[in-house]
């Protein structure tokens, strides 16, 4: 598949989303003073305190911090997975979610697996297919269409869970480190791959990682939580242009500076 015709198909999908959204919002999610306790032990845990943060319809998010200090709840209360304690999150459109595991079904082959997103989504049979193989064709699986799930490596089952998402035709990509177990090199693929969807179907991002390098290298925008509880630290714009390289200085030094901050949210942290 030529280049030319990636971005045919990349277009359609950006339209038939389009026309689903009916009006225009001015974001793809926004999140205003979310808190979130938890039942623990010693009563209840303040794991998220006073959130405030919008993404941008077509921008790319990260959001970065230290283990445990509330990354994935955040992620699951924009995906409506639970509630929020307090505050209030409006999303255009029910997003699409992307975890660690691939959580395909092995039953199906990849392309089954594509064509019940698209079942659910209300998919005409007939229009299935072709659909799933475009797809496959946008994450460069071309081929994988009958293959079973264990017949993949690592790198290819996450490339059929990021078509499956692509599936639901969200504006909003929700990715819960969904790299994280894959090798450098297959990451770094898969970084260019996510860059160039994104750049080509205008999907909105939200991108969870505790990898600093990897939060600069993918986001328009990286947002630094603090720990116990959760709370928007800090933020910064990231204006080095695209695509770009892990490696690349601008990343690197960015990624010292956010490294830093990091480190002291992870110090304040651990004097609790
Ligand atoms: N359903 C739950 N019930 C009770 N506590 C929870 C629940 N979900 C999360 N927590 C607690 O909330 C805190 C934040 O967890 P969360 O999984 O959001 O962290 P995280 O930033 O995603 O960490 P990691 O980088 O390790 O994935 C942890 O202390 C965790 O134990
Ligand atoms: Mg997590």
Same mark, same amino acid.
Request: net charge neutral.
């Given at each position: ?8 198909? @990349? =277009? ?14 001015? /974001?793809?999610? &926004?999140? !205003? ?28 998010? =990260? ?62 049979? @007939? ?14 699986? !071309?081929?994988? /269409?009958?293959?079973?799930?264990? !017949? ?11 078509? &499956? ?29 996510? =860059? ?16 600093? &390098? ?13 720990? &116990? ?44």
């Amino acid at each position: 598949m030529s280049s030319q015709e990636v971005t045919t198909v @990349a =277009t359609a999908l950006a339209k038939t989303a389009d026309a689903e959204a009916g009006t225009s919002v001015e /974001y793809a999610a &926004r999140i !205003e003073h979310v808190s979130k306790s938890f039942a623990g032990p010693a009563g209840q845990q303040l794991v998220l305190d006073d959130i405030t943060l919008d993404v941008a319809p077509g921008e790319f998010v =990260t959001l970065l911090g230290a283990s445990g200090c509330g990354k994935s709840t955040l992620l699951n209360l924009v995906a409506g997975l639970d509630k929020p304690s307090a505050g209030g999150i409006s999303t255009d459109g029910r997003p699409a979610l992307m975890f660690q595991e691939h959580a395909l079904f092995p039953w199906l082959t990849a392309g089954k697996n594509i064509e019940l997103a698209l079942k659910l989504r209300g998919v005409a049979k @007939a229009d299935r297919r072709s659909r799933a193989e475009e797809l496959l064709q946008l994450v460069r699986l !071309e081929g994988a /269409y009958g293959k079973r799930v264990h !017949e993949l490596s690592g790198g290819m089952r996450q490339r059929v869970a990021l078509a &499956r998402a692509l599936a639901q035709d969200s504006r909003l990509l929700l990715m819960d480190e969904p790299f994280a177990a894959l090798d450098a090199i297959t990451r770094d693929v898969l970084h260019d791959e996510l =860059t160039r969807i994104w750049r080509e179907t205008n999907v909105s991002v939200l991108f969870v990682t505790h990898n600093v &390098r990897e939060a600069v290298r993918l986001a328009e925008r990286v947002v630094l939580l603090s720990s &116990r509880p959760g709370r928007v630290a800090r933020e910064w714009t990231v204006d080095i242009p695209q695509p770009r390289r892990i490696e690349d200085p601008a990343v690197a030094e960015l990624s010292v500076e956010i490294t830093e901050q990091l480190r002291g949210e992870i110090r304040r942290h651990g004097q609790h």
